[in-house]
């Protein structure tokens, strides 16, 4: 599953593309991309999911 993790650091929002990763009986993130200071919009979130799914 591919989705956008919001991180705050030292008061700012950062955005990241995230995919969840099963290794054994765990699960990880896996960060796939930065996608900067903006939350990206419906359209663009489509296309970077269709890419990176």
Not at 4 to 15: D, E, L, N, P
Not at 19 to 27: F, G, I, L, P, T
Not at 31 to 39: A, D, H, S
């Amino acid at each position: 599953m591919v989705y956008v993790r919001a991180k705050k650091i030292k008061g700012g929002t950062y955005y990241y593309l995230v995919k969840s990763v099963r290794e054994k009986d765990r699960v990880r993130q896996v960060t796939l991309q930065y996608l900067g200071t903006e939350k990206p919009g419906p359209e663009k979130l489509k296309k970077l999911k269709k890419n990176k799914h």
